[in-house]
């Protein structure tokens, strides 16, 4: 008789979505930081270059622009939202990727939890999951919230936590999580999750330091770093 994992036992396997489900060749984030410039001289009356450097200094200081301007500047997330990350041409861009749907369902549910785990809002993480077709290969979702007065995203302790909650695990021993960015990946590991995995796009330079435990440029190199929760 073959034993069945519970759902307390399974592993929670959480992944990025931004530049981690898809390229980074795509540009959206090109596209985005467009847009949140455009919002930056909008909202806060200054040109382009100020709104440049203030929009990149929010986002070193908090890993997310929004949170700079919450803090700050009294701004509406919901509203900067839909000015800009629901503003995004996701559906003219993004297309079901036959590679990544193969990768998905090789993983073995009964042993596995799959998670997307975003500093995006929720709609966001919507959109690219259904331009994606990939939305009945998930679990669930954490997502920055943008209704709450205080902003909690990656790589902040408290949104381990979350993500955790959301999914149901208890042990950080069950807790695997790729993504694209450097810091997110350094949290998790400090967080003491128990497998991080840095997505590199094929154009990336190789960091000098390891962000987490492993890196990798294509999702097929995870078959090599965790064999057992795949199909045979």
């Keep these: 008789m073959t034993a069945t994992t519970t759902e307390d036992e399974k592993i929670v396997f959480f992944f990025d979505i931004d ?10 984030h090109d ?3 467009k847009l949140i410039d455009d919002y930056f001289m909008e909202k806060l009356d200054l040109d382009f270059e100020e ?5 990149q200094q929010y986002y070193k200081d908090y890993g997310l622009a929004i949170e700079g301007l919450v803090r700050h ?3 509406d997330p919901i509203e900067y939202n839909s000015k800009v990350d629901d503003a995004l041409p996701i559906a003219d861009i993004l297309k079901p990727d ?7 369902r090789s993983i073995d549910r009964s042993k596995v939890k799959l998670w997307l785990f975003t500093n995006a809002y929720k709609t966001h993480a919507s959109r690219v999951i259904n331009a994606l077709d990939i939305e009945d290969q998930f679990d669930g979702v954490t ?12 790589p902040k302790p408290e949104m381990f936590e979350r993500a955790m909650r959301d999914a149901g695990v208890t042990s950080k021993d069950k807790c695997y999580f790729v993504d694209d960015s450097f810091v997110n ?5 400090q ?24 890196e990798i440029r294509k999702f097929d190199e995870i078959k090599k770093i965790v064999p057992d929760i795949f199909l045979n």
């Design 51 to 55: 709104a440049r450097i203030l929009h």
């Design 143 to 154: 997502f920055c919230d943008y209704s709450e007065p205080i902003l909690i995203c990656k």
């Design 98 to 104: 036959p590679e990544l749907h193969r990768f998905l």
């Design 191 to 214: 967080f003491g999750w128990k497998v991080t995995i840095q997505y590199l796009d094929p154009l990336d330079a190789t960091p000098p330091n390891l962000a987490g435990h492993y």
């Design 73 to 75: 500047h009294e701004i």
């Design 185 to 189: 990946i350094k949290g998790a590991m």
């Design 19 to 28: 530049n981690c489900l898809y390229p980074r060749s795509y540009k959206i």
């Design 31 to 33: 596209i985005m930081a």
